[in-house]
C-alpha cells in the first residue's frame, strides 16, 4: 500500500470526526473479543496507518496522528510509517507517554475523544472515561467511524464449528462447566458473561475457524446455574453442533442477538466477567441492568492447567513437529547455494511441510523467517513482494509452529548458512545459555515467571544487553498459541495479574538477540510445568522440556558458555538424536548425529 | 522463667477479659510506632506467653491460646512454649490460618475482640474492624489488659536525644523536609503524620537511644507546609535540640500531647499518613475529624537512597567492622579448644572488640553466636544462663553488625572450628554460591529483589533445599538493621509493596542453610546498589559489596561449585586481602593471606 493513500484515509477520518463532534479518535487494535490475532475486518488501525504488526494503537486528532507499539515492533513501525506523517510512539521506552496520560496531556475541557465501545476492552474505556471525565471530557463509544471509510471492508468470518472428541479433550462440557460453576458461587454470583473465544473454545469442546491461526468461533457465553446461551453466528452451527447443544442445555441464540439479551434478561443476581477482556459495550450493558463482579474469567485458568489427555497428545504432536522442523533445517542446510532461496521461499517450504502432516489444521501463527538483520525484527512477516534472498552466510531466523488435532506447537531456531561473525557466536552462545538454563529451574511452588526470568535472561544482562520482550508465554491446546495467565516475564507494571506456575501448564521459554540493522537471534522451546519433590521445604517443581530441534552448533562456542551450559547443551543435544533419529531418513539422521555431537 | 507463671499469668488474663467483655484478646509485638525492636516495656506477649522473638502475636480465648510466628522462630518457638499449653501457629505453611483467618472461623456473632489500639497498626486494625464487623463481632480498642496484671512492667524508656552533625548526614533538615513536601503537594495533601522512629530520625538529622540497637528517640512528627509539630518525652529534650528546633521551626511538644493534638488541631486540608505503621488507635483519632489519604512514609524512600556522604561514610565504617570481624574469626581459630569457650563468651567476645572501635555507639542487633545445630535457630541468642559449649569440632555461626558514627553494620559468617561432615561442607559451598552469584548480579533498571532472589537462592533450589525467609533486606544509615522498602525476597503476596532496587540503596546478602538438630550456616554481605552501563537497552544496574571478611575456606568444596563461583570467591577473597591485611597484626596478616589463596 502506498502511503499517499494513508494520508488520504487519515483527511477522510478527520473529516467523519468533524461531522461527528469528535476531536480525539482512538482506533485500537482488537476485535469484539480483544483477541490478539484479529480478522482483516478488524483491521482498522492498519487501515489508516499501514503499521500491520499484530499490536498497535492509532490516535488521531486535528493536529496529530501518533501510533503506539511495543518493542518487538518499533523497527517495522518504522519502516511502515514512512510518509504517512503518523508519529511513532515507542511504549514503555523512558519519557514516552501512554495513550492515556498523552490524551489527559493534549486534550482540554469540552472535548470528545470517540472509539468504538466494541473493539476497547472495559477495563481501558473505564479508565478512560474516568480520568478523562475528571477533565471534562466527553466520550462517545457507539459509533465506528471507519464504516462510512472502508467502503470494501471484508465480512465478518464465519466458519462451521467442529466437535472434538473426548480422547481429545479428556473432560466433558458437563465436567468443565461444573468447575467453571464452583468458582462462580465461590464469588457468589448467579451469571457468568464470556466473551473470549478460546475460553468458550475450551469450555464447548469445539474448534472454529474465524480468526486466522487461531482455531476459535466468533461467538459469546452466558453461563446460567442452569444452562448456558451461546451466542454464534447461524452459519457457524451444523446439525452435529445444534444436537450437542441441546444435549448439554446449551441454548444456541445468533451472534448478534448478544445486545438484545443482555438488555432483556431478568437478572436475579451478580454477573461476573473478565474487565480485561469483555468489551466496553457489552459491559456497560450489563453492568446498567445488574450487579457486576470485575474477576479474570474462571475458565482462563483451568483452560491453562492441561489434564493428562491433553499432554499425552501434545507429546505426540511435539514429537511430530520436531520432526518437521528438524528435517526442514537439513533441507535449508543441503539447498542453500544450490537452489533459488528467499525468505518467502523458506516461509512456504516449512509450512507445506506441516500441511501434509498427520492431524494438521492449521498453522498457529504466521511463519517468521528472518534472514540476517530482518531478523532483529522480532514479528517480521516476508511476503511474496518483500523478501530477501538467502544466500550460504548468516543465519536465518525461523519461528513457527501448528495446530494439529492434539496440541499447539510454536519453535524457533536460528540456523547457520554460512559464514557468520565472533559477535554473532558470542551472542548465540549467550542465548542458548539462557535458554537451557530456564529449562533446568528447580524452583519452590509459588514462583512465578517473574522470579525465574533473569535465569533465561542473565547471560545477556551480564553482557549489558536485553531483549525487549517476555522471554516466554503461555501456549493454548488446540487453541491460540498466546495464552494466559502464566508467562515469564521480569518487569513488574502495576495492577498486572502474576499467576503462579501450575503444574500442566505450558510455557515458551525465547530469549533472543535483537540488534537492528544487523542480525537477530531467537531459540524457543516448549516447557512443562511439573511437580518435583516435595520434601519439609515445600513443593518443588521444574520443567518438562516438549520441544527437541538441534541448536546449532556452528553458531555455539564453548568459551562464551560455562561448563555446566555445556553440559546441558550436550545432554539436550543427546536427547533430540534419541527421539528424533529412528523418524528420519538415513542421510537426515546421520547428519543429526553430527550436529547432535557433544560440545 | 518457669512456664507455670504463663499458666497463672494467662489465667488472669482470661479474668480480666471476662470482667471487660472480651471474648478474645490480641497482642501482637509492638511498641506504637510499629518498630521492629520494642523496649521491655512493650514486651506484653512474651509476659503472657514466655516467646522471646522478635516476631509473634498471642491470641487468647476462653478455649484456647494461640502463638503465631515465622519459620525463623518454629524451633526456637517450640521450645520456649512447652508447658504453656499454648498451640504453635506456624505461619505461611500450608493449611495454617492466618491470625484473621483463625478469628473469622473461630468467633461467633455478639462475641467481641480486644486489643490495646496503639500496639495494633491501622491496616490489620481496619482489616480486623471490617472483617469480623460483618459476622456482627464488636472491637474494643481502648484498653491494654496488662496494665492491671503486669504489676512490674518497666517504664517508657527515655533517653536524650544527640543531633548529627552535617559531615555524617550529608543533607540538613531543612533539603529533607523539602522533598518530603514536595511528596506531599503531588499527593495533594496538606498535613503528614508520622510515626515511624526511624524516619523521624533521618528527617531530624538526629538520633535517641529509646529501643535497644536502634538508635531513636520515642516521638512522633505531624509536618505542616509551614512548620512541623515533634512530639517527644521531655528529658530526652537536650537545651541543644530546642535551639535547633527552634532555628527551623521545628514545634516541640510532650510525646504524651500527640492525643490531645490531633483531637484540637483545626484541619484545613488532608492527613498522608502510612497504615502499615502509624497505629490504629491514632489513625482513628485523625480520621475521625479529617480527610486522610494511606501511603508509604514520603520519608521512606527517600531515607533508604543513601546520599554521597551517607556512602563515604559507610565504606569507611565497614571496613574497621570488617577488620574486627576478621580478627574475631583468628582469635577464634586460634584459641578454640585452648581457653575455656562457650557461645556466650563468644558472643561477649566480638560485642568487646565492636565497643572499642572509633566511632561505636551500639550494637546494631544482638548478636547471634549458635554452635553446631543451635546454628539452625535463625535468631537464636545465647545467655549467660543459657548456652552451649564451645569445643575444636564443627561451626560456629556468628551474625552481629554495630552502630557507628558513620554507618549500620550487618555481617554472618560461619566458622570452622575443627572436623566438619561432607554435607556440611556441600551446603556451606552451596551458600556461598548463592552469596556471590547474587553479588555479581547485573540487571536492568525496574528491577525489584523479587526479580534477583533466585540467584542467591538457586544452589539450593537445585537440591530441593530451601530456607524459610528473604536473601537479604535493606540495611540503615545509624538507623535500624533492618528498613525498608527494598529487599530481596521471591514470594509475591497479595498486597505486599514492592521497591525496584535504586542507586543508593543498600541490601543485605544472607542465604543459608537451617538442619533442625544439625546445623545452620549462614554467610551474609551488605551490598550496595549502583549504576552500571547505560546504553540503548536500558540502564543497567549491579553491586558494591561492602563486607569484606574471609568465608571459610575449610568448608569450601569445588566439587559443589562451579568454575565460575571458584573464580568469583577467589577474586573476592583477593580483595578481602588487599583491604585487611595492613590493618591486622603480622600474625594476623600471615593467617589471612593462607585464609584467602585461591580455591
Not at 467453571?180 to 473470549?196: D, G, H, I, P
Not at 438484545?260 to 431478568?266: A, E, P, R, T
Not at 528467499?342 to 501463527?365: C, P, Q, V
Not at 517468521?368 to 511476503?383: D, P, R, S
Request: glycine share 8%.
Amino acid at each position: 500500500m502506498s502511503n499517499v493513500a494513508v494520508k488520504e484515509r487519515l483527511k477522510l477520518l478527520k473529516e467523519k470526526m468533524e461531522e461527528n463532534g469528535i476531536d480525539y479518535y482512538l482506533i485500537p487494535t482488537a476485535d469484539f473479543h480483544n483477541s490478539e490475532y484479529v480478522d482483516k475486518h478488524f483491521k482498522v488501525r492498519e487501515f489508516f496507518s499501514n503499521f500491520s504488526g499484530s499490536n498497535g494503537s492509532l490516535v488521531v486528532s486535528r493536529k496529530q496522528a501518533g501510533l503506539w507499539t511495543d518493542g518487538r515492533y518499533f523497527i517495522q513501525a518504522e519502516n511502515e510509517l514512512k510518509g504517512t506523517g503518523i508519529t511513532l510512539f515507542r511504549m514503555m521506552e523512558e519519557g514516552v507517554p501512554t495513550i492515556l496520560e498523552y490524551l489527559e496531556k493534549e486534550m482540554t475541557e469540552g472535548e470528545t475523544l470517540g472509539f468504538d465501545g466494541r473493539v476497547v476492552d472495559c477495563n481501558f474505556g473505564k479508565k478512560l472515561s474516568e480520568k478523562l471525565g475528571k477533565k471534562g471530557i466527553a466520550i462517545k463509544y457507539e459509533k465506528d467511524l471507519a464504516e462510512e471509510i472502508w467502503l470494501d471492508r471484508p465480512i465478518l468470518p464465519c466458519h462451521e464449528v467442529q466437535i472434538l472428541p473426548e480422547k481429545i479433550c479428556g473432560q466433558t462440557y458437563e465436567e468443565k462447566v461444573a468447575k467453571v460453576r464452583e468458582q462462580m458461587k465461590e464469588k457468589n454470583t448467579a451469571y457468568f458473561l464470556l466473551s473470549k473465544l478460546d475460553d468458550l473454545m475450551w469450555l464447548l469442546n469445539i474448534r472454529g475457524r474465524d480468526v486466522v491461526c487461531n482455531p476459535v468461533a466468533l461467538s459469546y457465553g452466558f453461563i446460567t446455574m442452569e444452562n448456558m446461551y451461546y451466542f454464534i453466528q447461524k452459519n457457524a452451527v451444523t446439525e452435529e453442533l445444534r444436537e450437542y447443544c441441546s444435549q448439554y442445555n446449551i441454548i444456541l441464540k445468533d451472534y448478534h442477538e448478544i445486545t438484545g439479551f443482555l438488555k432483556d434478561f431478568s437478572y436475579e443476581g451478580t454477573v461476573l466477567y473478565d474487565g480485561s477482556n469483555l468489551n466496553y459495550a457489552l459491559y456497560s450493558m450489563a453492568a446498567e441492568r445488574a450487579e457486576t463482579v470485575d474477576a479474570p474469567n474462571p475458565t482462563e485458568k483451568l483452560k491453562a492447567v492441561k489434564n493428562e489427555t491433553e499432554l499425552k497428545n501434545m507429546r505426540e504432536v511435539f514429537l511430530r513437529d520436531n520432526v518437521i522442523v528438524t528435517k526442514y533445517i537439513y533441507w535449508l542446510k543441503k539447498n542453500v547455494g544450490k537452489i533459488p532461496l528467499n525468505e518467502y521461499t523458506a516461509t512456504m517450504k516449512i509450512d507445506d511441510m506441516r500441511r501434509e502432516a498427520e492431524g494438521f489444521l492449521d498453522l498457529s501463527f504466521e511463519t517468521i523467517a528472518g534472514y540476517k538483520e530482518n531478523a532483529a525484527m522480532m514479528h517480521y512477516e516476508a511476503t511474496a513482494e518483500n523478501n530477501k534472498t538467502i544466500e550460504p552466510e548468516g543465519m536465518l531466523l525461523v519461528d513457527s509452529g501448528g495446530q494439529y488435532l492434539g496440541g499447539t506447537t510454536d519453535v524457533t531456531r536460528t540456523i547457520v548458512l554460512g559464514e557468520i561473525s565472533e559477535e554473532i557466536k558470542k551472542h548465540f552462545s549467550a542465548v542458548a545459555a539462557g535458554m537451557i538454563r530456564l529449562t533446568h529451574a528447580n524452583f519452590l511452588y509459588g514462583c512465578s515467571g517473574r522470579n525465574l526470568d533473569i535465569l533465561a535472561r542473565g547471560p545477556l544482562w551480564e553482557m549489558n544487553m536485553d531483549y525487549k520482550c517476555g522471554t516466554g508465554h503461555g501456549i493454548g491446546y488446540i487453541l491460540n498459541v498466546h495464552e494466559g495467565p502464566q508467562n515469564i516475564r521480569w518487569k513488574f507494571s502495576e495492577g498486572q495479574k502474576e499467576a503462579v506456575l501450575e503444574e500442566g501448564m505450558a510455557v515458551t521459554n525465547e530469549p533472543g538477540v535483537y540488534m537492528e540493522g544487523s542480525h537477530g537471534i531467537r531459540t524457543e522451546n516448549v516447557l512443562l510445568v511439573r511437580k518435583g519433590e516435595k520434601n519439609g521445604d515445600g513443593q518443588f517443581m521444574n520443567f518438562e522440556t516438549l520441544t527437541y530441534v538441534p541448536i546449532d552448533r556452528q553458531a555455539l562456542d564453548k568459551k562464551y558458555l560455562t561448563e555446566r551450559d555445556i553440559q546441558w547443551i550436550d545432554e539436550y543435544h543427546e536427547e533430540v538424536y534419541r527421539r528424533l533419529s529412528t523418524h528420519l531418513t538415513k542421510e537426515e539422521a546421520e547428519w543429526l548425529r553430527e550436529e547432535t555431537l557433544p560440545l
